[in-house]
């Protein structure tokens, strides 16, 4: 899920001084790697809502923020055609005022 505010940019970058993935030491990764199991078996596959959502906007909020789904660009998603794909990052690129 992608959640939005006003004046937040799908493509805005990291600032360049910041640290990257280089900077991890394997003591980094493997706590990295402990959290993100437990924070999957706490949410289980279907997400925050307990759901497989639609693709698009949603009528849910989280707080006040709008919720607008977007399909995987993930290679092994590729059962979703790419014309389909393009069609909802437009949507999303339109309502932000793109």
């Known amino acids: 899920m992608v959640a939005a505010r006003p004046g937040l940019?799908?493509?805005q970058?990291?600032?360049a001084n910041d640290s990257g993935s280089s900077d991890l030491?394997?003591?980094d990764l493997a706590v990295s790697a402990e959290r993100l199991e437990q924070i999957a078996a706490e949410l289980r596959p279907e997400g925050a809502f307990r759901e497989r959502p639609e693709l698009g906007f949603q009528d849910r909020r989280l707080a006040d923020t709008w919720?607008?789904?977007l399909p995987s660009?993930?290679?092994a998603n590729a059962v979703v055609p790419y014309e389909e794909r393009?069609?909802?990052f437009t949507?999303?690129?339109d309502h932000l005022g793109g």
Do not use: E, Q
């Open 13 to 15: 970058r990291r600032a």
């Open 73 to 75: 660009t993930s290679p």
């Open 25 to 27: 030491r394997k003591a």
């Open 9 to 11: 940019r799908a493509d």
């Open 86 to 88: 393009l069609r909802w």
């Open 91 to 93: 949507a999303l690129h």
């Open 67 to 69: 919720l607008f789904v």
